[in-house]
């Protein structure tokens, strides 16, 4: 589990999550911040899914073949979401060497930073006086090496799900019948992040501990897309997206054909 999506739990289990921040889910957009003008491509790193059962004791039980759909469904789910956005994506691949190493330290320090941003600015009850007004987290801006791979922003997201076993179901009648409370069957939360590679600030983070659509399924990967994507940066205004924009490339191949 991420460090994000751990802060994310501590604090879903720390109080009822209409009393933290709406119905689950937050999200912020660094100040004054808007997609240029003209075309923008956006590197999309592997996503983070796991898809698993929650078993009856509550822990996560990993699936290989769920998460394997899962990872398909909502990259499908992506690529057409993004099109639609007037946006160009980068999908980078599995990297070897220095690059793979590279991707997997900054995948990595995203997922600390977002952490810190949900714990201490996003979520209330733990903010820090200094991060109180103002959207202001970084990764650096030794994240320009990372423009080497096609892309002057870069787009992290993360899933987890645990779909609640029969055991787990079981449990949770019983325990509304015996009156020791709610019993909660099944984990389902996200979050998905856009880092301005020339400057490494984090200029867009979204999360919620209550996220929809069943990612096994291309129906539900969508949902689950939409929701990741909710207030997304808007883009400036002044010039429509070139045609080209609406491109889904591969790292190292060549530019797919614009879509019709």
Same mark, same amino acid.
């Given at each position: 589990? #991420?460090?994000?999506?751990?802060?994310?739990?501590?604090?879903? /289990?720390?109080?009822?999550?209409?009393?933290?921040?709406?119905? +689950?889910?937050? $999200?912020? %957009?660094?100040? *004054?911040? %808007?997609?240029?003008?003209?075309?923008?491509?956006?590197?999309?790193?592997?996503?983070?899914?796991?898809?698993?059962?929650?078993?009856?004791?509550?822990?996560?039980?990993?699936?290989?073949?769920?998460?394997?759909?899962?990872?398909?469904?909502? /990259? &499908?789910?992506?690529?057409?979401?993004? &099109?639609?956005?007037?946006?160009? @994506?980068?999908?980078?691949?599995?990297? !070897?060497?220095?690059?793979?190493?590279?991707?997997?330290?900054?995948?990595? @320090?995203?997922?600390? %930073?977002?952490?810190?941003?949900?714990?201490?600015?996003?979520?209330?009850?733990?903010?820090?006086? $200094?991060?109180?007004? *103002?959207?202001?987290?970084?990764?650096?801006?030794?994240?320009?090496?990372?423009?080497?791979?096609?892309?002057?922003? =870069?787009?992290? @997201?993360?899933?987890? *799900?645990?779909? =609640? $076993?029969?055991?787990?179901?079981?449990?949770?009648?019983?325990?509304?019948?015996?009156?020791?409370?709610?019993?909660? $069957?099944?984990?389902? /939360?996200?979050?998905?992040? @856009?880092? !301005?590679?020339? #400057? =490494?600030?984090?200029?867009?983070?979204?999360? *919620?501990?209550? /996220?929809?659509?069943?990612?096994?399924? &291309?129906?539900?990967?969508?949902?689950?897309?939409?929701?990741?994507?909710?207030?997304?940066?808007?883009?400036?205004? +002044?010039?429509?997206?070139?045609?080209?924009?609406?491109?889904?490339?591969?790292? +190292?191949?060549?530019?797919?054909?614009?879509?019709?």
């Amino acid at each position: 589990m #991420t460090a994000a999506m751990a802060a994310m739990l501590a604090l879903g /289990m720390a109080a009822p999550a209409h009393a933290q921040f709406g119905a +689950g889910e937050a $999200s912020a %957009v660094r100040e *004054d911040f %808007v997609l240029p003008q003209g075309e923008v491509r956006i590197l999309v790193f592997r996503p983070e899914i796991r898809v698993g059962a929650q078993t009856m004791g509550g822990m996560h039980e990993p699936n290989a073949e769920w998460t394997e759909t899962a990872k398909g469904n909502i /990259m &499908a789910a992506l690529e057409a979401e993004q &099109a639609a956005r007037g946006t160009s @994506l980068v999908i980078v691949p599995e990297l !070897d060497g220095e690059q793979g190493e590279l991707v997997a330290d900054y995948t990595a @320090l995203f997922q600390t %930073v977002a952490g810190e941003a949900f714990q201490h600015k996003l979520f209330p009850g733990n903010r820090l006086p $200094s991060k109180r007004h *103002d959207f202001d987290w970084t990764l650096g801006a030794e994240t320009e090496q990372l423009r080497a791979l096609g892309g002057d922003y =870069g787009l992290f @997201l993360v899933t987890n *799900d645990s779909y =609640g $076993s029969t055991g787990r179901k079981v449990l949770q009648v019983l325990g509304a019948v015996a009156g020791v409370g709610l019993v909660p $069957s099944g984990v389902h /939360m996200g979050y998905a992040g @856009l880092v !301005d590679l020339r #400057t =490494g600030h984090l200029v867009w983070l979204n999360g *919620d501990l209550q /996220m929809g659509g069943d990612v096994r399924t &291309a129906e539900g990967a969508q949902k689950r897309v939409a929701q990741l994507l909710e207030e997304f940066p808007l883009r400036a205004t +002044g010039q429509p997206a070139p045609e080209r924009a609406r491109e889904v490339t591969v790292t +190292g191949e060549t530019p797919a054909e614009p879509k019709p």
